[in-house]
């Protein structure tokens, strides 16, 4: 089984509608992040948390928001979807020498 | 603030060249300095790891990356290409003094030629 899972891998949905991206790892790791990858972009970081009661904004949090439910267990919501919001969406974890463990990932796709 | 910088976001190379990925840096501390590969339909994997240690850094598959602080880079060379390496790569440094903040480059793609 994968260290970190992500559900669901794909998705199609229409504009307006919520959404969420779940997430679930086994490493243990108190530290917790949601990227979203787009062409030339790289990997951009949408929110962290360092534990269940630390949430954090990243550089493009706008339009999302997320719950740390359980150590393991970090999901990711978009209230409102919007097709600009259509992109590949990463999930990770940390470990102590700053290494990051990714998901799968989940693509999402916004018409 | 810290940022990376990824040379060419196409790179492409007859199988059996020298592959070179380039990178730079910019960091208010000393950095943690990543590269990791992202195959079709994959998650990110990591390659290998600058963590202060030797500026010589080796990781899987054959590459390795030199860390050079006077020219802020940390370049991913591998001496000959197979058609298996043939993959998006992501350059990244962290600030573990500022909780582990990853910040990646906006990748390359490695096309490797029979």
């Known amino acids: 089984d994968a260290d970190v899972t992500q559900t669901p891998r794909n998705r199609i949905t229409k504009t307006g509608k919520r959404i969420m991206l779940e997430c679930s790892q086994t490493k243990g790791h108190d530290r917790m992040y949601w990227y979203r990858q787009d062409p030339g972009l790289g990997l951009r970081l949408i929110y962290y948390?360092?534990?269940?009661?630390?949430?954090n904004k990243g550089e493009i949090s706008d339009g999302y928001s997320v719950s740390r439910q359980a150590q393991a267990k970090f999901s990711l919501s978009l209230e409102s979807a919007i097709p600009n919001q259509t992109a590949l969406y990463f999930c990770?974890?940390?470990?102590?020498?700053?290494?990051?463990?990714f998901g799968e990932g989940s693509r999402l796709t916004v018409l | 603030a810290q940022s990376v910088t990824q040379l060419g976001s196409h790179v492409s190379v007859s199988e059996g060249a020298l592959v070179l990925l380039r990178c730079n840096y910019s960091s208010s501390v000393p950095p943690y300095l990543f590269w990791y590969v992202q195959y079709p339909n994959q998650g990110l994997q990591l390659l290998l790891k600058y963590t202060s240690a030797a500026t010589l850094v080796k990781g899987i598959n054959g590459f390795e990356a030199e860390f050079k602080k006077s020219e802020t880079s940390f370049h991913l060379t591998k001496p000959s290409a197979h058609m298996s390496d043939a993959a998006e790569y992501f350059c990244a440094v962290s600030d573990l003094g500022a909780g582990n903040m990853l910040t990646f480059g906006g990748g390359t793609r490695l096309m490797v030629k029979p």
């Open positions: 990770a974890t940390i470990g102590d020498t700053g290494e990051l463990f």
């Open positions: 948390s360092f534990d269940v009661k630390d949430i």
